[in-house]
Each structure stands twice: as C-alpha cells, then as structure tokens.
C-alpha cells in the first residue's frame, strides 16, 4: 500500500526540499562551528540540541511549552510510531508535524537506535531487523526501505538511514561484520530515498576502533546526502573515551555538511563534542532526569527530593530565567515531587529543557565571540559539582 507523502500547511514556512548548511564561523581557538541549518520547516541555529518526543511527544510538557523554551527542533522515532499509532493513520492526519500540531522542524530517528536497545526482542539479517513487539509481541520486519518508507510518510525534515548501532563491549570481529552490513543498508535506503522534502542522513559506526571509525566515514561519507551523524558513542563505554572517540570522528565528516552526535548527553558532553566539530545532538538524559528529580543548574546537579530543600524558600536555580525557577521555590518544587503530583514532572522538564537550549545558545555566542574554550572550561568545574 502506497501512503501519501503529507503535504505543507498553508502556515508552515517553506525553504527548498533539501536542507541546506551554512558554516559561518569557527571558534579560534577550537574546531567548535557556528552554522545555520535550513530546513522546509524553518532555519536552525547551531550547534543545537533537540528534545526528544519519541512517540510524537516530548515527554511532560505540550508543544506550546517546546515554542515558549524555543527548542528549534525537536526528535520523533520511526520504530515506537510505527507500532503506535502506525504511520497509516499519521499519514491520514496529514502527517507527524500536522498530527502533533508542531511546524518547526522535526527529525525522526529510522529505528536503528531500537537495533541496540531492543537487543533481547530482534535478529538481524543482511534484510533487516525482525523484531518482536514490545507492545504485543508481534513480528515486525524493519528493513532499509522499509525504514526510509516509514520516515517519508511521517514526513519530517530529517530522517535517519537504517544502521545497526553495536554495543561497545562487542568483539572486533563483529564490527567489521556490522560495518560492511550498514554501508549495504545506507545504499539500500539512498536508493528508497525519493529526493523529496525529507532529507536523509548517514551515520557511521565503528565503535571505539579508530581504523573502523575512519573507514566507515569514508564508506558512508562516499554516499552523497545532506548531512552526517556519528552513531555507537554512550553506549556503555567512559565518558573520557566517548570524547576522544568524536574528536577523533567529528573531523573525519564533510565540513560543508551538518555533523549530527546522536544520543549524547550531559551538558559537558554537548560543550566538550562541540569542540570537536559537531553541529546538532539529541538525548532523552534533560527529560528522563527531570521527571526522576535530577535537576540542572548553574551550580551543577541538584537531587530535588533531598531533605535539605524541605524549607528551601529560594529559587531552583538563581541564575535560571525559565517559568519554573522564576515562579516557585525548592521548597514547592521537593513537596511536588515528593507527593508524586504530575505537574512536578512538567515543571522540572521545563527546566532542564531550558537549562539545555540555554545552554547551546551560550555555545553559539561563545564561538561567535571566539571564546568558546572558556566555556568549556566552565563546564567541566560544573561537572565535579553535585548537590
């Protein structure tokens, strides 16, 4: 069954079908970027993070919230809307921007993140990924074309190319196996892909092999798209190594081309992988801790539920100008979380939200302002910081 690719709606602001990438200024004193990504859906500043919405939602908070916090652009995952609601009714909704009521930009990950995290519910072949549903146990075929099919339907700015992301505990042997099949799969879904208003990005993996990282950009890199991400960082190895692993792969991208970390991370692995030349990032880490009373601020972590905060009458973070730190206390905000009241879930997701896109717009001053290594510096004080 042939599914309509959605159309724009009459308010939605339209650039030419392909994003396009303008580097405009490199940090003196690091390879950190400042570009400006154009896309149907409207320009981004970068570097840039992107909440999460995997369901079509970012978890705890409405799109009115995502405008008022000014995320740019925000993620969606091919796998999770493919099982529910399915992409036949997005598709007679008008597609995912229409459906969610959301006309900025959006990028949808192609499920190969579910090729990992799913490891125990799927096998994989040279066709594609047969997973068991986690829903109901249904058997589902997820293959490059299929993959590539899906995202177009859904219609978002950027879709992801179908990969295999292997654990970081996995043999050499398996990586090489791994790496040969997802440079298959991506000329499997550049060959699906229709050149339309959705753009596709390669990723490559590789691991922490440096020799592997550098052959797989060349692979994946020889393959002609719009932008590029690095897959396989933060998934089980240290910090430490995840960062020496993108400075070494960031260069390895086209330079005229956006550079996408997928998956990462804490607020000094975005500033620590911008030095290294990436552009855009995404991670549930900002929501998931949010509703789980994980807290960021300008003085570092803070554990909301912590007893100390009980008669706390100051504000969550003096230095923060989100809805939440101007309206209410710690001490509110510990009561909310203690008690288990939803909107504590909404307040502290506005806030580490805030505390993100802050955050990256900081980046892009400093690198505008050449001073992007201060920064930096800031941050990893910040890191050694918790309350």
Known sequence: MTLPVPEL?????????????????????????????????????????????TAGSVKAVAPDDLITLNAQIILSNTYHLMLRPGEELIAGQGGLHRFISWDRPMLTDSGGYQVFSLAERRKITEEGAAFSSHLDGAKILLTPERAVEIQEVLGPDIMMAFDECPAATMERPYFEESLARTTRWLHRCARAWSRGRTSLFGIVQGGMHEDLRRRHAEEVCAVDLPGYALGGYSVGEAPEAMHAGVAFSAPLLPKDKPR????????????????????MFDCVMPTRSARNGLLFTSQGKLVIKNARFARDNGPLDPDCRCYTCRTFSRSYLRHLFVSEELVAMRLNTLHNLHHYLDLMRKVREAIEQDRFGELVRQQRDLGRVSS
Not at 20 to 41: I, K, N
Not at 260 to 279: F, H, N
């Open 9 to 53: 709606r009459g308010d939605q602001r339209v650039a030419p079908s392909l994003v396009r990438f303008e580097l405009l200024h490199v940090d003196a004193g690091t390879g950190a970027r400042r570009g400006r990504l154009h896309t149907p859906h409207g320009t981004i500043e970068t570097p840039i993070f992107m909440p999460v919405g």
């Open 260 to 279: 996408y970390l997928m998956g990462v991370g804490t607020p000094l692995d975005l500033v620590t992988c911008v030095g290294a030349g990436v552009d």
